[in-house]
């Protein structure tokens, strides 16, 4: 059979020959496919596999039972009477430390509604740090929302950078799986780990806020903000889960913004009608004590909320505030 | 004769082989590879359609509410139960024990820089009722009445309103954007009127000395009883009285006599005590608990009466009224 380009053309036997063997390699791949596809998909990495991370105690030595409580409306100058009381940023960041700051980005709001952490208080911590000769600053959190807009709207990116520091967004690659030592809950779970590769000392800012499900959202509440995966299973068992984040994170100095309180409809506001003018800001290296105070702002005491007295029980820090003997001062 | 193929053609069909063989062995070394930023556990099949459109070429369903001096400064959103933590965290539960069904949300900016914005949040919950169990818990006290629909209330920088079924939300970044918020919230008020009758028992509170703006649905452990849901409460001045009415419609008459009684042994086992009543309503209880009254009775479908009252004169008046005013 010619065709009439003048080329020879397959011969009826030869297009089936040929035919069968393109059938045969479709039917082999499709078969080879379905042999190795796995329905399930891959799990997560057992206990007892190596690759389970934790985090280092990123705590200073001696330093553990600080506490400042700072009243004025101004954050920039409560911080400084605030870390003054205490030593100074330079007792906790030394020259050449790598530093970590986990702030509260959860949702994409703008900052008056202080849903999330202040960029102006988040500026000046940046500042501090690479005064006091820190390598490096990063700053990270994975939100509730989808990241690039929570840190652009929040105002934190802004600010992140206009101190020098860089924002580390959340990504797939960043997650591993972790376990909390003496945990029921927290097992096997993704956590945000590649951010504090290198890292030595890690600080939390974050907002006193009303929380529909655990009452409040302060200090310890804001490490939720390192998990991945479906996270709000937890809010099933909300006191354990964060009794075990603060198991969990073992700061260097934690600062709780109570300058302005969200009093009502937390964690998410909305209104500026949910706000307080509260003027306290709190800073200490025990994340126990920090919320054991931030709860007052809130007309609350420690009993209001059990988080609090199970991260006791569980020895993460203490809520006898004053057995700390915390240094009180106004800004004003 | 064999045709021949011209090593062009061989060169061809073995790229493609090799190119093929590449895409194999890397899905198969992926679909092998923990990725715990995806989700941990697959969730149900939902009917509400999940996450978010994100593709910016997705037609808002704001697009009719908004003037021109807005532009989108993102995709429209869409969460359903499964997801609507993701939005808002922990307070999710809220919704959902109201019978939350859809969120929608969509951020707008004013101007140029985009500093000025507002998000719109559309909640669709399963009826009227679950749309104003969520206003009335979120009531801010501050909040200024806005004559767009019966229940709605500005603050310096959001309004909020339920219509229908519907709870609507619109937030501003600054206070500066209120009346663009006012502007859009009369337009989605505007483009869905209401049939009558869809507030379910709002209307059933007697008028003499009700705050409207008290009214609040209550949809589970009522007063602390974990048998009693689904209750309407509002608020009375009767001189220096302030008093709290409370109404439940329950499945039947049966239902609501059963739950009067359940409610009595609830009272009575947690230090209450019955005392006579001097009311001209058919079954009603007064109970004094510590240094107050609570007084209630069953009429038709529904269990009503006044919750906790210090004054029991003033409390014997409005169980009276609010019995002459139910059906």
């Known amino acids: 059979m010619t065709s009439s380009s003048g080329e020879k053309d397959f011969s009826r036997r030869e297009f089936l020959v040929r035919s069968a063997k393109a059938g045969a390699a479709v039917a082999l791949a499709g078969g080879v496919s379905a042999w190795l596809f796995d329905p399930e998909g891959p799990r997560a990495p057992s206990a007892s596999e190596s690759d389970l991370v934790t985090l280092p105690d990123f705590s200073v030595s001696g330093l553990d039972r600080k506490l400042s409580i700072i009243q004025g409306a101004d954050r920039v100058k409560s911080l400084d009477v605030a870390l003054k009381a205490l030593g100074g940023i330079e007792a906790f960041v030394k020259r050449g430390d790598r530093v970590l700051v986990k702030v509260n980005a959860a949702f994409a709001t703008p900052a008056i509604l202080s849903a999330t952490t202040n960029p102006d208080l988040l500026a000046e911590v940046c500042r501090r740090c690479l005064k006091a000769g820190a390598a490096s600053v990063v700053v990270t959190d994975n939100p509730i929302n989808d990241p690039e807009s929570c840190f652009s709207l929040t105002g934190l990116r802004e600010a992140a950078h206009s101190a020098g520091a860089r924002v580390i967004l959340p990504r797939a690659g960043f997650f591993r799986p972790t376990t909390v030592a003496g945990g029921s809950l927290i097992k096997d779970w993704p956590l945000l780990h590649t951010p504090f590769q290198g890292v030595t000392r890690l600080i939390s800012i974050a907002p ?100 609090i007295l199970k991260a006791v029980e569980a020895g993460v820090g203490t809520a006898d505030v004053e057995s700390l003997r915390p240094v009180r001062a106004s800004a004003v | 004769m064999k045709p021949r193929v011209n090593r062009t053609e061989s060169a061809v069909g073995l790229l493609i082989l090799l190119s093929l063989l590449g895409i194999c062995i890397w899905v198969y070394e992926r679909q092998s590879r923990f990725d715990p930023s995806v989700l941990v556990v697959t969730a149900p099949q939902q009917a509400v359609p999940e996450r978010p459109a994100s593709a910016p070429t997705i037609e808002s369903p704001f697009q009719s509410l908004i003037s021109e001096r807005l532009s989108p400064l993102g995709a429209p959103e869409q969460f359903g139960a499964e997801t609507l933590s993701e939005k808002i965290n922990g307070k999710a539960e809220l919704y959902l024990s109201s019978g939350f069904v859809s969120l929608q949300c969509q951020r707008f900016a004013k101007g140029e820089g985009g500093r000025a914005w507002l998000e719109i949040f559309v909640y ?163 109970i004094q608990l510590f240094d107050m009254v609570e007084i209630f009775f069953n009429k038709g479908e529904r269990l009503a009466g006044v919750h906790e009252a210090d004054d029991r004169d003033a409390a014997e008046d409005l169980a009276m009224n609010l019995y002459g005013s139910l059906p």
């Open chain 2, 124 to 286: 669709e919950m399963g009826d009227s009722s679950g749309a104003f169990s969520v206003f009335s818990s979120q009531r801010r006290a501050e909040g200024e009445d806005v004559d767009l629909t019966r229940f709605a209330y500005r603050t310096a920088n959001a309004l909020f309103l339920a219509h229908g079924k519907d709870y609507v939300e619109i937030v501003g970044s600054e206070e500066a954007l209120i009346e663009e918020i006012l502007a859009i919230g009369k337009r989605f008020v505007d483009a869905r009127p209401l049939a009558g009758g869809e507030t379910g028992e709002l209307g059933v509170f007697p008028p003499d000395g009700l705050d409207p703006a008290s009214i609040t649905l209550l949809s589970a452990n009522v007063f602390g009883y974990e048998k009693l849901d689904d209750t309407y409460t509002a608020m009375y001045t009767s001189g220096k009285s302030k008093l709290m009415a409370f109404v439940s419609r329950r499945e039947s008459s049966d239902e609501a006599a059963n739950m009067a009684a359940a409610y009595e042994r609830f009272l009575l086992d947690n230090g209450g005590s019955l005392i006579e009543s001097r009311l001209n309503i058919p079954g009603v209880r007064v």
């Open chain 1, 208 to 307: 006193v806020k009303d929380h529909n499900r655990s009452g409040a959202s302060m200090i310890m509440k804001n490490w939720y903000g390192l998990l991945g995966g479906r996270r709000n299973i937890f809010h099933q068992d909300i006191h354990n889960t964060i009794k075990e984040l603060a198991m969990m994170v073992k700061p260097t100095l934690v600062i709780l913004d109570g300058t302005t309180t969200m009093m009502t409809n937390g964690p998410t506001g909305g209104s500026l009608s949910d706000l307080k003018a509260t003027n306290t800001l709190i800073v200490s290296a025990d994340q126990v004590a920090a919320d054991a105070v931030g709860a007052t702002l809130l007309g609350k005491t420690v009993s209001d909320l059990p988080f």
